[in-house]
Structure formats: C-alpha cells, structure tokens
C-alpha cells in the first residue's frame, strides 16, 4: 500500500514510459540502465526534470550550473529522481537585436521538452530578464507541476566611495561622459566596479521585478527572488525548491492550480507597488493567456492606481539595492504591507494559501520597504496611456520621470530606425532643444524586430552638456528595468503595421498628459487620413527560419507579444509512450 499522500508508481505519469510491460517500457528501462542509473534509483519514483538556463556567456546565470546541483539534491531528498536539461539562454547582455526576440523560442522548448519526456513535474531555473516568463509560459502551456528557482541578484556595484546599480548607473554615468563631466580613466574603473558577481542586475529592473512577480504568482520558495546570486541562502533555496516539487507531484498540484485569475491580480498589484519594470506589463500579460487568464492593460491601470509604492529600490526609488530589499523582509515582508490588496485564499507551490505562506512576515527596514503611510509615490509606478497616437495603449513608468515633463506639449523631432537616431543624434541641424519629443519608430515587435530595449533614447550631446537629463522620449520599443526618464513606451498598435506613430511628421506637436493618462498628436483627423492613404508598409525583416515566424505570429505588445498560434487555447495530445 501507498503511504498516504503519495501517489502509487501506477499513478505518475512517468509510468507511461517506465512501467508497463512492453517492449517500450523494456527499451526505456534499458536506456536508463546505460545512462549509469540503477532501477530502484528511478523505477516508481516522481521524474523531476530540471530546465537549466545556464550558459558561459550568460553572466546572470553562470552560477546555475552549480544550483542545479542543489536542485538534485533536494529531489533525492524527498524520494525523486532528478534530470537535468539545458533549454536556450537568453543572455540581456549579449543577445541581439534582443532576447525579447527568442522568449517565445524558449517557452516552445520548454513546453515541447517537458511534455515530450517521461517526467512528472519540472523545476525551472531562469531570471535573466525574458528567461522568467518564458519558462513560465511554457511550463504553463505543458500542464505539468513546476517551481521556479530565481538566478538572484548580484552583488551591489562599488566606485569611489560609491554604491552602482547595475545599470541605472551605467545610463548616468555614460551621460555624464558624453557630456564630459568624466574621462575614460573613470569609464574603466566604472567597467570593473559596476557587476561584482553572477546574477541578474541588482536594481528593481526586469529581472528582480519579473522574479518578484513569480514569487508573488506563488511559483517560488517564499522570499526566493531577492537572495543574493553568492549569498548561501542561494543555495538552500534551490535545494527546498527540489524538495518541492516532488511534493508537489504527489499532491498533484499543478502550475494551472496556481497560476489563477487571482495570482495574476496579486503579481500585478506587487509590480505596480514595487515600481517594477514597463517590461513586467507584456510579460504578465502574455503568462495570463497562458494559463486562461484574461489579464489587460486596463487591470494594470486600474490596480495602479489602488496601490502605493512602497519599496525604495533604484530606479523607481533613489536609494536602495536588491540586497538591501532582501535583509529588510524581502518579497513576503513587502507583501506583509499590503494583505488588504492581495487575495490570500489562494494556493501557493509551497502552501495551501497566500495566507499562510506570509504568515509571520516582518519588515526590518522601514526606509527600504516603506509603510503605507510614508510611501515613495503614492500610486503604482507604472501608467495606461491611450490617445490618438497610441489607440491600443502605451506605458509611461512616471515615478522614475522628471515631475515637470509629465503634462508636457513639444515638437516632434522624429527617427525612423534605431540606426539613423545613433548616426544623427547630435546633429546641430535637427534643432533639438529641451522641449523637443523624441521619436523613435520601427522598433515594436515586428519592427524591430523583437521590440528591442531602444526606448531610452539617448540626449542630444550639446543639451547633456547644458545639465539637461531628461526629455520627452517616445516609441513602440521597450527599455531596461534598470533605465529611467520620461519614456513613453509599447505604443500599440506599433509604427510598422501603419500604427499612428508612423504617421508622426518632425515638427508635429505632441502632448503627454500622464495624470489624465492620455498621449496625443495635434495633428487633424483629415491630415491624418491623407498622410495615411500614402504610407506604405517597410520591408519584411526576415523572409525565412525562426524570424519568419516570428513575423508571421507575433503579436502587439498589448496582448503580450506571444505567438498567436501559442497564445489560442487548444488540446494537445500527451504523447506518453507511443
């Protein structure tokens, strides 16, 4: 007889592979048998399968070679039998146009591995910015039980006296040296102070934002997604998170089990509180469709502006670091703040609710992770922008913009690819001044393609060195989590497919309203339709392989970006043993 709570052999769905008495089974078991396993390591016991990230040019997650170890060790522990496998890294530092590009290619992978092989549940190990999402979404799309382990933050960056974030700071200091205010002696050193250690960048951009909305989906260990990357805790969190998952197969609690309607609500409700990246507004929307969850830009909205901002985190706040967030409560103490937003009734991966799984949590630092009545800004960080000029939305995370630009009203001075903005920037003859609104086009999702990180469009050089920091910038791309201004963002439906903002002329009067959450472009209805009838659409940029369907499938950054083929719900066959 079973113990209770445990599933029988005959129940697992790696059975189908292992157990029965055909000529399959025998094939399997043989195979295994070569792979250097005894039967009694593996026969009856939960498969866990181990989708690693790590790679050597992906400094985020070059420490997860040895995680995965940790994992293993926490499978046996609890009676599993563990399978590592290596799934596609999706390296923010060196992956270009962008990963953004490949986060669908991923979350494939993820869903074909895990519902192609003789495994029971899976633990996922990514946070390298679009590395979370896809493996979420994938893992979504397999049905299978799953817990994430978060990379973790890296160490903070030192210079002169001084603690970087990694790479809010690169962003200043780099204007700082267009402007000539520091040399290259400082840039070298800034080169070797600014990424200490192995892990995601340590301020509250996408990486620390979209694994603290794991975390608050309740996919995590509690308080995982702020250890430190070195930081030992590291270590046993990955282990726990093996232990886990095996429970979890016996339960048979599933990653649709957890990843609710209300999961959703609450992920929402930690980005918008924590001053998260723009980023986490397409992610979160495409991890919704996923697992059937409707999830829109109004909830974003909405939900904004309900909830405060309470952690001081770079760059939404002014001081504070990832480890700094961490040793004041983490996650589970920020969200201890706010149990009147959240709906706590709800299951977790470790605990049957949300209640119990924050039961106990403290804050130890009141500046880090704010009361409700001393809060960094008083509603949620990031804003729903519609008008003429974006009919679909945009995003603007204003807590990180200048006050005094967000109800503003300047000529357009208009690029048409990332490309010719660096060659012309800082041309004198383009008559950019303070008040001027920067437009960048043909850098959505198509356009792009893959809506590259070119939001953060750089100042003209002549104005750096007047002291001016930040303009009026606006485009259908993204930028960092780690990047700040007064960036309109995700314009949908983007330039590419004749959006709006391929309409937008140089010298075109544009008004951004942030408190009335509209974006518009002075410009008629009938000068519209006439500049319209005479567009014409770019060329195609991929005419075959994977950026051919890629094209062909994407969709606006509205809906999450995912494929629509992906995103459609659908049966698909378990293939077991066949």
């Not at 946070?127 to 299978?144: E, F, V, W, Y």
């Not at 809506?451 to 910038?473: A, F, I, N, S, T």
Request: with cysteine; glycine share 10%.
């Amino acid at each position: 007889m079973k113990p209770p709570g445990k599933k029988s052999p005959e129940q697992l769905r790696s059975h189908h592979w292992y157990g029965t008495d055909g000529l399959r089974s025998f094939s399997h078991r043989a195979r295994t048998r070569q792979l250097g396993y005894l039967p009694e390591e593996h026969l009856g016991k939960p498969v866990v399968a181990i989708l690693n990230t790590w790679s050597d040019i992906n400094p985020c997650h070059v420490h997860l070679r040895d995680r995965a170890q940790a994992v293993k060790r926490g499978v046996w522990q609890a009676g599993g039998f563990p399978l590592e496998f290596p799934v596609s890294t999706l390296s923010e530092t060196f992956q270009k146009p962008t990963p953004m590009l490949y986060r669908n290619l991923l979350a494939m992978e993820t869903e074909e591995l895990l519902r192609s092989y003789p495994v029971d549940g899976a633990v996922l190990m990514g946070g390298c910015d679009k590395s979370t999402p896809a493996l979420l979404m994938g893992a979504a799309s397999a049905g299978l039980p799953a817990v994430f382990v978060p990379a973790g933050p890296m160490l903070p960056g030192h210079w002169r006296g001084e603690t970087l974030g990694s790479g809010t700071d690169m962003w200043k200091y780099w204007d700082d040296r267009r402007a000539g205010v520091i040399g290259d002696c400082e840039m070298q050193e800034l080169e070797s102070g600014l990424a200490r250690s192995p892990g995601h960048c340590m301020t509250m951009g996408t990486a620390s934002t979209l694994t603290a909305a794991a975390e608050a989906l309740g996919v995590t260990v509690p308080g995982a997604s702020s250890i430190p990357a070195v930081d030992s805790g590291h270590d046993r969190m990955a282990a726990k998170a093996g232990m886990t998952i095996v429970e979890l197969v016996h339960k048979g609690r599933k990653l649709s089990d957890v990843l609710t309607a209300e999961a959703f609500q609450d992920a929402v409700t930690t980005v918008l509180g924590l001053g998260g990246s723009t980023n986490a507004v397409i992610h979160l929307i495409a991890m919704a469709r996923r697992a059937g969850v409707e999830l829109t830009l109004d909830d974003f909205d909405r939900v904004a502006r309900t909830v405060p901002v309470l952690a001081n985190v770079r760059p939404g706040g002014r001081t504070y670091l990832m480890e700094d967030f961490h040793f004041a409560g983490g996650l589970p103490g920020f969200l201890s703040r706010i149990p009147d937003l959240l709906r706590l009734e709800r299951p977790t991966v470790c605990h049957d609710t949300l209640r119990e799984q924050i039961a106990g949590a403290r804050v130890h630092d009141d500046d880090v992770i704010r009361p409700r009545g001393n809060p960094v800004a008083p509603e949620g960080g990031v804003a729903v922008l519609r008008g003429n000029l974006c009919p679909d939305g945009a995003v603007i995370k204003h807590i990180a913009a200048a006050p005094h630009l967000l109800r503003h009203t300047g000529p357009a001075v208009v690029f048409d690819d990332y490309r010719q903005m660096q060659r012309t920037i800082d041309d004198p003859a383009l008559d950019i001044t303070a008040d001027s609104v920067l437009v960048l086009r043909n850098a959505g999702p198509k356009g792009g393609p893959g809506m590259p990180e070119y939001g953060m469009l750089p100042l003209p050089e002549h104005l750096l060195k007047q002291g001016v920091r930040d303009m009026v910038r606006i485009s259908d791309a993204r930028m960092s989590g780690t990047s700040y201004g007064t960036c309109v963002l995700h314009i949908a439906p983007e330039s590419y497919v004749g959006g709006p903002l391929a309409l937008v002329r140089t010298g075109d009067l544009i008004t951004l309203d942030v408190e009335n959450r509209t974006l518009r472009l002075e410009v008629d209805d009938a000068e519209l339709a006439r500049r319209r009838a005479r567009w014409t659409p770019p060329p195609v940029r991929h005419e075959r392989g994977y950026g051919a369907l890629y094209h062909d499938q994407i969709t606006q950054a509205d809906t999450g970006c995912d494929f629509e083929f992906l995103a459609r719900p659908g049966a698909v066959r378990d293939p077991y043993a066949g």
